[in-house]
């Protein structure tokens, strides 16, 4: 009976040890990494670096936050995957500068300002919740479903009449203490807004 229980707990110690060894074997790199951590070797290749005068004024940011929640559905309208992400959406809205002028007539100053426009827009993904359920969630879906979003976006604030209104509004009132500062005494003139053309 000693020998039988003498085999048993070797197999079982044999067991362990095997255990033990293909558990390290199999998870070496993510605990290597866990406790060695990662070398990464950046290097900056440039193909072409290009600078450009742009005269352009941005006078009015718009940040945006919440959760948008995508379903991809499957046949008989069975739900596949569902995904939601935290994101922070920011737009500038302004004037190209070069375009601007003003004309003065007597104590009137007329400042001639283009249309305000979405000039630069970005979104930032904070974090990302999923339930696959037949299909999987890929790292391309990933990417199509933030560019639609971001497409998304573009397009709804890009006609936003109010957000223009006020960049371009914002932008005559950088214009009018600019005017102010070069005339010094500034009492008596009226200024306006002027379109382009017009």
């Known amino acids: ?3 039988a229980w003498k085999f048993i707990k070797k197999i079982v110690l044999l067991a362990f040890l095997g255990a033990i060894l293909y558990i390290a074997i199999r998870y070496y790199p993510i605990v290597s990494k866990l406790f060695a951590g ?3 070797n950046f290097r900056d290749i440039r193909s072409s670096v290009e600078l450009r005068d742009i005269g352009r004024l941005n006078s009015l940011q718009l940040t945006q936050s919440g959760t948008f929640e995508n379903d991809t559905k499957a046949l008989f309208n069975i739900t ?3 995904i939601w992400l935290d994101y922070e959406f920011r737009g500038l809205y302004g004037i190209d500068l070069t375009e601007a002028y003003v004309r003065t007539d007597g104590k009137d100053i ?4 283009p249309k305000a426009e979405l000039t630069d827009h970005s979104i930032k993904i904070l974090k990302v919740s999923r339930k696959d359920f037949l299909k999987p969630v890929t790292p391309e879906d990933l990417v199509r ?12 604030y890009r006609t936003d009449e109010a957000n223009l209104q006020k ?3 914002n932008a005559f009132d ?3 203490n600019i005017i102010k500062g070069y005339l ?4 008596g003139y009226t200024f306006h807004l002027c379109d382009i053309g017009g």
């Open 110 to 113: 007329n400042v001639y300002l």
């Open 184 to 187: 010094g005494n500034s009492d």
């Open 80 to 82: 596949a995957n569902s």
């Open 167 to 169: 960049a371009r509004e």
């Open 1 to 3: 009976m000693k020998k």
């Open 174 to 176: 950088i214009a009018q």
């Open 145 to 156: 479903i933030v560019d639609e979003f971001k497409k998304q976006l573009y397009e709804q």
């Open 38 to 40: 990662e070398k990464l």
